[in-house]
């Protein structure tokens, strides 16, 4: 991305001066122009002198939702939005949220719209954001925006910590009896090397192959931390190729168990994102190409693209939907009945509700499942190694 410098008048004759981001200067010209502004002068900006424009970190999401919440309240008592933001700007204790503040005040004082003051940060301000305020703005109902952007990005948070909760315990346990068994091994199992070495009797199999593996373990071990690098290497490698990433965001919908889980959650991303940019009267063209782009899978993100071709050409936007596997008939039935009815973003809402409630009833279907195969798998693990200990015993024993 680059950024413009522009100075400019609108249709009453009012000097503008500002900055806008585009990719190239034919871009930054035509969303200047579609600002109604006459251009008199637009130069590129250095990208390294123009730092402030893109923090090289985000906002914590936390953060993030209080400061939405914080200001839609501001908005609805009467402050301006000048002395909003800067009241925000004083409070706020994240730095880079304080310092984006900083900036859009300056804009809002020079008469720069909040929407195109706040999509100079994109790195501070999602696109879905942007544009919502962009409608609150053409409607005159930015504080029923600000306070519909807190709501969604409340629950966008709190799906977001199901998730992580559900598949934390998982992790954590895999992780655990891993460490365990490595401990065993490479620690404990050693110590009885020397009390096999004094046995006559000739080690059982199943011993003799974990003390191979122990011994190997020990002398090999930088091979298990080479593995581990490898894969991970191997894994960024397929991520940032498109049909790697596809190949992995489909692994991620048909996994047993963990897919159904996954794909809960994405739809309940995807209704709730494109109901609240309907609700707000965002163009459904728009709406499409922006919840592509937030669902972060791109199974489903090329089936929005389907949606928006179809609604290009006045087709359907359930039709590409319904072909897919990966959506489910309730929600392309009720995007149909939606589309007949005029109220498609009441119902996906109700869509939205339904799987974000799905989606805690799958969390904790999903725990009590995982619960006792993680443990079973982990007394698996730890008792083959202490079998491994005992047998010899037994033969001793038998041998006396």
Known sequence: MHYFQYNARDMLGKAKRGKVQAENRSEALEKLQSQQLIVFELRELNRTLNKELS??????????????????????????????????????????????????????????????SVEKHPKIFPELFVNMIRAGEASGELDDVLNKMAVYYEKQYDMR????????????????????????????????????????????????????????????????????????????????????????????????????????????????????????????????????????????EQVMQECYKAIEKGDSLAGPMEAHWAFPPMVTQMIRVGEKSGSLDSLLQRAANFYEQELDYAAERLKALLEPVLILVLSVMVGGIVTAVILPMFSLYENL
Not at 224 to 235: E, M, V
Not at 281 to 289: E, F, R
């Open 161 to 300: 910590q199901k998730v992580i909760t559900a598949m934390s315990y998982p992790v954590l346990v895999g992780f655990v009896a891993v460490a365990i068994c490595v401990a065993l091994l490479v620690v404990v199992f050693p110590q009885f090397t020397g009390m096999f070495s004094t046995m006559n009797a000739e080690l059982p199999a199943y011993t003799a192959f974990v003390l191979r593996l122990s011994e190997t373990m020990q002398k090999y071990w930088y091979l298990g931390a080479l593995l581990l690098l490898l894969c991970f290497i191997l894994y960024r490698i397929i991520v940032v190729r498109p049909t790697g990433k596809l190949f992995l965001d489909t692994l991620k919908l048909k996994i047993p168990v963990l897919g159904s889980f996954y794909q809960k959650a994405i739809l309940a991303r995807m209704t709730r994102t494109v109901s609240s940019l309907l609700e707000s009267s965002v163009p459904i063209l728009d709406t499409l190409q922006i919840s592509g782009r937030v669902i972060q899978n791109t199974v489903m």
């Open 55 to 116: 923090f090289g970190k985000r906002v914590k999401k936390k953060e993030f939702i209080i400061f939405l919440r914080q200001l839609s309240t501001l908005i609805e008592a009467g402050v301006s939005l000048v002395e909003a933001t800067g009241l925000l700007q004083e409070q706020t204790k994240d730095k880079f949220l304080k310092d984006t503040l900083k900036y859009v005040r300056i804009d809002l004082v020079e008469g720069v719209r909040f929407s195109h």
